[in-house]
């Protein structure tokens, strides 16, 4: 193992303090990850948005004694070594490049075939399969999930121990540059180039650069295994002469594939190797899957895995579930369902997610035996329990004869079951009371069953909620904001129907300054739920002051009337009491006028223990660039009268008028703080800038029935859905009362079924509607999407006269939301 003096070598740092001697395990560099602080060294990065340095105390409180640092002082000027008296500190120029050094250094001490992945599409889904593939021959250690960045390469190479014979790794790169620090961290000696499309353009003078840049990762493979059918590609690998084993439809290639045809499920390939004819049944249909499993066909070629095996192990693959979901389930538990697959990383960030939840209640994990790692059955679950403890499991429930040999290492509240079937015959719905649930199985293990019987809606509307395209624009509109300026965000109306706590949690963890609802019931919520942050709320109603001191909720304060009622029942305490004052400057919906000045300070001034702690406006037309004068004219009024409030009180409140449309509009008043609402959700409402975003929101229900209705005949209530022809109806489940306006009646409203646009035939129901379906190959249980990122909430409003706003808080609370990342 590295010493702490070899590692400086290896990153070329300077050791600033050095105490003792400490094991060089676990590389951390989010500090909120912390599981195992003795043998953690902290990576303090500086990032675009936050700063790891700003966190080196608390991990020093927590235990950690090893830390990366760029500079010996803190920006105030104390030094590390004083602050941190027992700690190895080393002083490096740039920690990320520290951190991609450190894992070069560990790639190059293990001689094993390494398979390096890039490409637009398809990274994850290969090199998952790969892995499925190849193990019966191989030890393989793989990227966690889509660990494919500047940080998750580092990351992922890190795993790798002297037990695994292949390493199978994914890079991604948004920039020029990028690919060529990846490259000695990967050191592949077999590359992947799975398919150059649109992704990342915007970063690339043209698409060739692109290619080009990408291809820096195989500088120095033994061979790159690619589809010459994309030209661009082809050409690059041609001029470069690299290499290459390839398969193609159209070109001359190793692999020549003659057909493709789908049956039923399958698509039944017809290709030539080596002047031979082969057929092979691939599991899917769908046109990415050809292609990622072609890609999987050639590397087993290319591996002499026989031809007569492959079919074999083809039929063992599985779909990778891309994502991480959380679920609502019975009796106020909720599930984290991950059947991506059971792997120790996988164990690892999954957990990491279990903890970063607040505690609502008990966090209980099911968890299946775990696929090879590399280690002995015995450090493997050794590992496994200490990861759980770390992570402050209440309740360990295992399944599968290996877990269950293992059951003494574990000491939270246990319980094991052979096999699933064992544990469904015993399970109990009483047994599981408002937890945390994390459902975490290899895939022989079918968990998907335990999932289900613990999922309580059977109604098939679903919202999905994309809990990293909330952080994306969350981090997009940070990116805009002065280094001081603090940030509130709505979360009002169930946070534009996306599900108030769920994304009050992911914000919090994000570290915003504030949160804002509409009424105290909205808080209380949140409170309940684990909230700590500031909460304002903006609609209190007088007899809810009580409830918001409770709650440690700040109210919105009007007008006089209101103000008065606040302080007529204000406890005769020694407490401090937090307010804020809007100020109507042209809105003409809530707010004191000038006018009232001199009836409220004077008021305010008989209770000094109420602090006003903000005050604010609202502009009324920042979205529509007609009213940028009148939206002018608020912001001067605005800030000459929170001068005279600050004026007035004596002291200084934060001042606050941006609204989403307003940060875009308007980023020179952005004042003390600014308030994000509907950009958060992916909706950026001046328009400008839509395409920095990235839709959050998913409406998904199914197709119930499909029929067959002859010209002349009518769909729906009131007849008013008349077929001009001979039509195929299918019916969706989803009406007005899921939220799905009755105004996208007679074809107003459109969905997506299999990818294609359907049209609204007849009248929205309360449960159900019709859609034309006419010459498209839709069957009951097919997925309908009603918006999405291909039917934008912006397009589907503007086709009924609406915002976006409103389309989003209407869908009802009976549509259950699903939250995921990626
Ligand atoms: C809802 C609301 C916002 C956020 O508006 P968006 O247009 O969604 O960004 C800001 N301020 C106040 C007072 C609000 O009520």
């Known amino acids: 193992m590295l ?43 500086s990032g675009k948005y936050n700063d790891g340095h700003k966190y080196l105390a608390a991990l020093y409180k927590q235990g950690v004694r090893q830390f990366i640092i760029e500079s010996e002082q803190t920006k105030t000027g104390q030094n590390y070594s004083t602050l941190f008296p027992e700690a190895n500190l080393l002083v490096v120029e740039n920690s990320l490049k520290a951190l991609q050094q450190l894992a070069a250094w560990h790639r190059s001490q293990f001689n094993i075939t390494v398979i390096g992945i890039t490409g637009s599409n398809g990274k994850t889904i290969v090199k998952e399969w790969l892995a ?19 940080l998750g390469v580092p990351l992922s190479v890190w795993q790798l121990n002297s037990n695994h014979t292949l390493g199978i790794f994914e890079a991604g790169i948004s920039l020029p540059g990028e690919m060529e620090k990846l490259q000695p961290i990967i050191q592949p000696t077999i590359g992947i180039f799975t398919n150059i499309g649109s992704a990342h353009d915007e970063g690339f003078t043209s698409r060739q650069q692109k290619v080009q840049e990408k291809l820096k990762l195989f500088t120095n493979v033994d061979v790159l295994i690619y589809c010459p059918d994309h030209e661009l590609l082809h050409h690059e690998v041609q001029a470069q002469s690299i290499k290459s ?10 692999v020549k594939i003659n057909a493709a045809t789908t049956a039923g499920h399958k698509t039944i390939v017809v290709y030539t190797y080596r002047n031979e004819k082969q057929r092979l049944a691939i599991p899917f249909t769908d046109e990415a899957s050809i292609e990622n499993a072609l890609h999987c066909l050639a590397m087993l070629l290319y591996r002499q895995v026989p031809v007569a095996e492959i079919q074999d192990r083809l039929d063992r693959l599985h779909p990778v579930a891309m994502r991480l979901e959380m679920k609502e389930a019975i009796n106020g538990c909720y599930l984290i369902d991950d059947t991506y697959n059971n792997d120790l990383a996988g164990l690892a960030i999954a957990l990491d997610l279990l903890a970063n939840q607040p505690q609502r209640g ?5 968890l299946s035996d775990l696929l090879e790692s590399g280690l002995s059955e015995e450090e493997l679950y050794s590992q496994v329990a200490t990861f759980i403890k770390a992570h402050q499991v209440d309740k360990v429930i295992g399944i599968g004869p290996t877990i269950s040999k293992h059951q003494a290492k574990f000491d939270a509240s246990v319980a094991f079951y052979h096999s699933t079937p064992d544990f469904l015959a015993q399970f109990n719905p009483d047994d599981f009371r408002n937890e945390l649930i994390l459902v975490k199985g290899a895939r022989v293990f079918e968990f998907e069953r335990i999932v289900h019987a613990f999922q309580q809606k059977v109604h098939g509307t679903v919202l999905e909620v994309n809990l990293d395209a909330l952080v994306h624009n969350l981090n997009y509109y940070r990116s805009k904001l002065a280094p001081d300026s603090k940030l509130m965000v709505m979360v009002k109306a169930f946070a534009y129907g996306s599900g108030s706590f769920e994304v009050a949690n992911l914000l919090q963890f994000h570290r915003v300054d504030y949160l804002a609802v509409a009424y105290a019931d909205e808080g209380v919520m949140l409170r309940e739920n684990g909230i700590t942050l500031p909460v304002m709320v903006m609609n209190p109603s007088p007899d809810s002051f009580a409830k918001l001191r409770q709650h440690n909720l700040e109210p919105e304060i009007y007008s006089l009337g209101l103000l008065e009622q606040y302080l007529k029942d204000l406890p005769e305490d020694t407490s401090r009491h937090r307010i804020h004052l809007k100020l109507d400057t042209g809105m003409h919906r809530l707010g004191f006028t000038p006018e009232d000045f001199e009836m409220l300070f004077p008021l305010l001034q008989q209770y000094p223990q109420v602090q006003v702690v903000s005050t604010f406006t609202h502009l009324a037309g920042a979205d529509e660039a007609l009213h940028n004068d009148f939206s002018q004219m608020q912001i001067s009024n605005f800030r000459s009268m929170a001068a005279e409030v600050e004026a007035r009180l004596g002291y200084k409140v934060i001042k606050h008028v ?25 909706v950026e409402a001046t328009g400008s800038e839509q395409q920095a975003l990235k839709p959050v929101s998913i409406l998904k229900t199914t197709v119930s029935q499909v029929k067959s209705i002859t010209k002349g005949e009518t769909v729906g209530y009131s007849r008013k859905g008349i077929a001009d022809s001979d039509k195929t109806i299918a019916t969706i489940a989803i009406g007005y009362a899921d939220g799905y306006d009755r105004r996208f009646s007679n074809g107003a409203g459109q969905v997506i079924i299999n990818g294609k646009r359907c049209p609204i035939i007849g009248n929205v129901c309360m449960d159900m509607c019709m859609v034309d379906v006419t010459g498209l190959h839709v069957k009951a249980g097919d997925e309908a999407i009603v918006f999405g990122p291909k039917l934008t909430l912006t397009e589907m409003a503007t086709r009924i006269g609406t915002i976006p706003y409103e389309l989003l808080t209407n869908v009802s609370s009976r549509v259950k939301r699903i939250f995921f990342s990626e």
């Open 3 to 45: 010493t702490f003096q070899e590692l400086a070598a290896v990153t070329n740092g300077k050791v600033l303090q050095f105490v003792q001697p400490l094991p060089l395990n676990h590389l951390l560099t989010d500090s909120r990850k912390l599981s195992q602080p003795s043998g953690t060294v902290f990576f303090a990065i």
């Open 132 to 150: 499925q593939l190849l193990s019966p021959d191989e030890l393989v250690v793989k990227s966690p999930r889509s660990y494919n960045s500047q």
């Open 658 to 682: 941006l609204n989403s449309a307003g940060i875009v509009r308007f980023p020179e008043h952005q004042l003390d703080m600014v308030r994000l609402g509907i950009g958060l959700y992916g």
């Open 362 to 366: 008990k966090r209980t994990i099911i």
């Open 245 to 254: 084993f390839t398969w193609s439809r159209h070109h001359e290639a190793d």
